[in-house]
């Protein structure tokens, strides 16, 4: 691999531009002496929960730990039938087996790689109690046609801080979201963190409860099995440090996607955003046929470009050990052979964009 000229992402400048902040968080914390579920986890539960739209935030530390905890809290377990997306992180059908349910995978939306709607209706037959939407990419699935009398939504909002869809925040419309801080999202911690938020009090308790081993508000007294799932002090202030630029980044990436959309729509299939829609551009997917050689030209010329996913969940060993075989997701099979995710940063300068652009269609004229 060459020298990174555009890397997929540069946190080292996002974190040298808020060295002083971060800083000033860390110290405090040091001298504190207080490093679990203090005020920085509570004023950061508060304030994303706010930011989000929502009644409720749960920190925890990771969005797997997120998704394990939101199925939980809504009463998922034991031999639960949960739908969700083929195309997805391992985490969202993981989190579906670790509490004991059954996945119930479907295809995608060749358009926008989100969890076909017609699909989920094929397969709501009796005795599916959940369904996962992941806002693949940035965008948000069609969350207001997967509401269906009895059956929870959980939201897989991992990838999606700050997406809305006609001005419902990700994460605020279904039972439960479920957010990850993972380094690479577009809020991100110094480390792993997640985040569930919720509009229900029961499931705010449940979910409070199960991070910190089934414990609600009495030490020692343990109404559940739970986890150590607990958000970090020092990842919870440098998130709450982060926070206040969340919507100048999600502006950011949006410019860059539309400068990427204006140059690139005549060489590959740019993302598609539907209606009503606004995306964060968590990743900026393109699709051509030519991916795999379109790759290596980029990373021999230092554009650092990533395959997100190349293999889809069905085809996962442990799901063909529950029977999923080639050919059933013909979509999604399709898709990960031809999609690519191209350097996305708000910290992204003018000429690196440019230098991208360029490499692209430098690729497809020869
Ligand atoms: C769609 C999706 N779901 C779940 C996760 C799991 O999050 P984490 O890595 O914080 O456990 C991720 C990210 O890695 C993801 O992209």
Request: glycine fraction near 8%; charge should be negative; hydrophobic fraction near 40%.
């Amino acid at each position: 691999m060459a020298f990174l000229i555009v890397p997929q992402i540069d946190l080292v400048k996002q974190h040298k531009d808020l060295r002083t902040e971060i800083f000033r968080v860390f110290e405090d914390i040091l001298s504190s002496g207080r490093f679990i579920l203090g005020r920085y986890v509570e004023e950061f539960e508060r304030k994303a929960a706010e930011y989000l739209n929502v009644r409720y935030g749960v920190g925890v530390n990771s969005g797997t730990d997120a998704l394990v905890i939101g199925l939980r809290s809504v009463g998922i377990g034991r031999g639960d039938k949960v739908i969700t997306t083929t195309f997805s992180f391992f985490a969202t059908v993981e989190s579906i087996m670790l509490v004991g349910a059954e996945p119930v995978l479907v295809d995608i939306d060749e358009r926008t790689f989100n969890i076909s709607v017609e699909d989920v209706k094929s397969k709501m037959s009796e005795g599916i109690k959940a369904i996962i939407a992941v806002h693949l990419f940035g965008q948000m699935a069609e969350v207001e046609k997967l509401k269906f009398e009895g059956v929870h939504l959980i939201e897989d909002a991992a990838q999606a801080f700050g997406a809305m869809r006609n001005g419902i925040k990700a994460g605020s419309f279904g039972d439960v979201g479920a957010f990850s801080f993972y380094p690479t999202k577009n809020l991100s911690a110094l480390g792993d963190g997640g985040l569930i938020t919720t509009n229900i009090p029961e499931v705010y308790k449940n979910a409070k409860s199960l991070r910190v081993h089934g414990s609600y508000n009495e030490k020692y007294k343990h109404e559940n099995i739970g986890y150590n799932s607990r958000l970090d002090e020092i990842q919870a202030a440098f998130l709450l440090v982060k926070l206040r630029y969340i919507d100048e980044w999600n502006r950011k990436r949006n410019e860059i996607a539309k400068i990427y959309d204006e140059e690139l729509k005549d060489f590959v299939m740019i993302p598609y955003v539907l209606e009503g829609n606004f995306h964060i551009y968590h990743q900026y997917t393109i699709r051509t046929d030519a991916r795999d050689k379109l790759a290596e030209h980029l990373r021999k010329n230092g554009i650092g470009v990533s395959i997100y996913y190349p293999i889809p969940l069905h085809l996962q060993k442990p799901l063909r050990e529950l029977g999923y075989k080639e050919g059933e997701f013909p979509v999604a099979e399709k898709i990960s052979k031809e999609v690519l995710s191209i350097p996305i940063y708000p910290e992204m300068e003018e000429w690196q964009v440019e230098f991208v652009i360029s490499k692209i269609k430098e690729f497809f004229k020869g």
